[in-house]
């Protein structure tokens, strides 16, 4: 029996599979909630500012422009209350900010805090000074025309500021005997000296100090006090050529020979000398005669007198 080759054939079926997407990662995931997590920070930062008072806002502000200030006065910030009146401190009138203890009724209490404001200050102050002291004397170092003076430039920190000398010598005088022309050398000392003073808003005084042989010319009547007078003013010339702003001078005052750096030895040229004063806040209250210390520059009054070109 003769079987049908049709009936022997094998039946192929094909299944065709559909191709699916490619395969994502979770990056898009963690972009997504990082921003939910910004949006939630933003809409909790407006929330807070928007149910803050001005008063909360400006105590915030000046506790970071001046921390150690708000800490020393009692704290003008947000948290540093130990009262739950609304003002922050015992006035009852005060609605928003805290009272200052510099401003408290109880005079123990404002003294404390004033003195404690003061010694503050006063250690911002010598720190400053200080700095000022390392930065010219590394000037001194670098600067080739300074660095051949050197020995003629005395920096010294003094309970009035920092104090910078200018001594002469006998081989090379900073003026020509009796006269209050500045030699070209100590002009260039000035000038470096002058720039390097811009840094700072302390109050400058000059001194002119003279030895004590007596002045053996000139004018009737003119001595070693208009002398030592007329070359700190010429010193004070050659500092404002470097930039140094006229307000800044304090006192220009002419000594003589009142103020020997040797006392056993009134004639030698070390006594003829410049002084540079950068005054401490402590100092520059004394010669406005405040009689007490500047909370900050601006507070400082102006010299009452200046000796004019």
């Known amino acids: 029996m003769a079987t049908d080759p049709a009936k022997l054939q094998p039946i192929i079926v094909k299944k065709i599979k559909k191709g699916g997407h490619g395969v994502h990662g979770g990056a898009w995931k963690i972009a997504y909630a990082d921003f939910v997590t910004a949006m939630m920070a933003f809409f909790l930062l407006m929330w807070l500012l928007g149910s803050t008072s001005e008063g909360d806002k400006k105590g915030l502000s000046d506790y970071f422009a001046s921390p150690l200030k708000v800490a020393m006065m009692g ?9 739950v009146i609304t003002g922050g401190g015992k006035d009852l009138t005060q609605q928003v900010g805290q009272t200052s203890r510099a401003d408290s009724n109880n005079p123990i209490e404002k003294k404390a805090a004033i003195e404690a404001i003061k010694a503050e200050i006063a250690k911002q102050d010598a720190k400053k000074l200080d700095s000022l002291s390392e930065k010219i004397s590394a000037l001194i170092a670098s600067n080739p025309k300074l660095s051949e003076f050197s020995s003629q430039i005395r920096i010294d920190s003094t309970p009035d500021g920092l104090q910078i000398q200018i001594v002469d010598d006998q081989k090379r005088p900073m003026f020509d005997s009796g006269s209050a022309v500045v030699k070209p050398y100590m002009r260039d ?5 002058g720039g390097a003073l811009n840094g700072v808003d302390n109050k400058i005084g000059l001194d002119g100090h003279t030895d004590r042989t007596p002045f053996g010319g000139g004018d009737r009547g003119y001595s070693n006090w208009e002398l030592s007078a007329d070359r700190a003013n010429a010193s004070r010339r050659e500092l404002s ?6 307000e800044r001078m304090g006192r220009i005052m002419g000594l003589a020979s009142s103020n020997l750096l040797e006392e056993d030895n009134p004639f030698s040229p070390i006594n003829r000398r410049i002084s540079i004063l950068v005054m401490s806040r402590e100092a520059e209250a004394r010669l406005s005669g405040a009689g007490r210390t500047p909370l900050t520059p601006k507070a400082t009054p102006a010299a009452a007198a200046r000796v004019k070109p």
């Open 189 to 193: 000392i000035l000038r470096e000296i």
């Open 241 to 246: 050529l470097a930039g140094l702003p006229e």
């Open 75 to 83: 704290g003008a910030g947000a948290g540093q209350s130990n009262s």
